[in-house]
């Protein structure tokens, strides 16, 4: 049985978040319900609903220096998919334990609850993220607190 709960979201690094959002809305009418600028990590995101999960689409505004470079650097491209976890410490362990190195600078606080990256297991080219089951987390974001610059 899968210590995942459900998909959560997938992750796409853009150059220039503003143009992507624009994108978004005039090809696809694809339309953000909430915009996060998370000063202390260096990063801007927008978070579009589909369906059950969501995609985030992120803009790096300036390196993390507490995480590992290689592994977050802001690169154009899809960057991780994440998935939810009811046990954030029992799945943390166990995916650990098969083997699965941890990204450094994590577990840590996210977007919505405690998150952390693996690196690319073997034979997937994608990181991995595993994040608490919240409330948030379910689907229910709150309406937007602040536009794109």
């Known amino acids: 049985m899968s210590i995942f709960k459900k998909f959560d979201h997938i992750g796409i690094v853009v150059a220039d978040l503003q ?4 994108a978004l809305l005039f090809y696809f009418d ?31 505004q300036k390196p993390m220096d507490e995480v590992d470079p290689m592994v977050l650097r802001p690169r154009a491209g899809v960057q991780h998919v994440a998935f939810q976890v009811d046990d954030f410490d029992a799945a943390l362990k166990d995916l650990t334990k098969k083997g699965l190195m941890v990204v450094k600078g994590f577990p840590r606080k996210g977007a919505h609850g405690k998150v952390a990256f693996f690196y690319p ?29």
């Open 121 to 149: 297991p073997e034979g997937l080219d994608l990181m991995v993220e595993i994040c608490e089951a919240v409330d948030n987390q379910a689907g229910i974001n709150p309406a937007p607190t602040t536009k794109p610059v």
């Open 19 to 22: 143009k992507a959002t624009d």
């Open 30 to 60: 694809l339309r953000y319900d909430e915009l996060l600028v998370m000063e202390e990590a260096g990063i801007q995101i927008a978070f579009y609903p589909l369906g059950a999960g969501q995609m985030e689409v992120i803009e790096f």
